[in-house]
T-cell receptor, first 112, second 115 residues
Framework: NAGVTQTPKFQVLKTGQSMTLQCAQD?????MYWYRQDPGMGLRLIYY???????DKGEVPNGYNVSRLNKREFSLRLESAAPSQTSVYFC???????????FGDGTRLSIL | AQSVTQLDSHVSVSEGTPVLLRCNYS??????LFWYVQHPNKGLQLLLK??????LVKGINGFEAEFKKSETSFHLTKPSAHMSDAAEYFC?????????????FGSGTQLTVLP
């Protein structure tokens, strides 16, 4: 089973460029999440989608937008990339209730 | 509000010796608690979860954790470390019993296993 698939795995951008990170899950999960991981800070929630058609801000939403395209797909967009957005981005999904979140392998993004 | 504190940023053990990774939490509700492991250049994999059933939780690869409400702790242990256990470990809390929504992550503990 593929689980949660993120594309691309690596990306280098210049300051001011735009970029969309893609995430798809094949587990029929209702809820999907975008996190960023920075050294010594664990994971911080950027945006989440509790169900198809809804999105909500997390802890660090500034500079990002999201789209829940359908039940399977949840994309993250950087409209004008900044060096402070250099990070590893993880997508996760869960069916809800007591089920744990399942994570993709991450997108490593560097902004010069 | 909820928070998670992992008391050690780095832990080093010898192969075959016990592992103890410490985690304290605070939550206004009856929380769900999780431990995840992250190997280099990989996503997070669930080790175990506590969702208000038994306080001693057994997970994959021989890991277990004990929920102690009086101490607000959820420490991760393993009797005998293997080289393959070397990774970063995250303690995670959700404020809702039986839920994985609105997770708060600890800052992580890097486990090194020496031969």
């Amino acid at each position: 089973n593929a689980g949660v698939t993120q594309t691309p795995k690596f990306q280098v951008l210049k300051t001011g460029q735009s970029m969309t990170l893609q995430c798809a899950q094949d587990m029929n999960h209702n809820s999907m999440y975008w996190y960023r991981q920075d050294p010594g800070m664990g994971l911080r929630l950027i945006y989440y989608s509790a169900s198809e058609g809804t999105t909500d801000k997390g802890e660090v939403p500034n500079g990002y937008n999201v789209s829940r395209l359908n039940k399977r797909e949840f994309s993250l967009r950087l409209e004008s990339a900044a060096p402070s957005q250099t990070s590893v981005y993880f997508c996760a999904s869960t069916s809800g209730g007591g089920s744990p979140q399942h994570f993709g392998d991450g997108t490593r993004l560097s902004i010069l | 509000a909820q928070s998670v504190t992992q008391l050690d940023s780095h832990v080093s053990v010898s192969e075959g010796t016990p592992v103890l990774l410490r985690c304290n939490y605070s939550s206004s509700y009856s929380p769900s608690l999780f431990w995840y492991v992250q190997h280099p250049n990989k996503g997070l994999q669930l080790l175990l979860k506590y969702t208000s059933a038994a306080t001693l939780v057994k997970g994959i690869n021989g890991f277990e954790a004990e929920f102690k409400k009086s101490e607000t702790s959820f420490h991760l242990t393993k009797p005998s470390a293997h080289m393959s256990d070397a990774a970063e470990y995250f303690c995670v809390v959700s404020p809702f019993s039986g839920s994985a929504r609105q997770l708060t992550f600890g800052s992580g503990t890097q486990l090194t296993v020496l031969p």
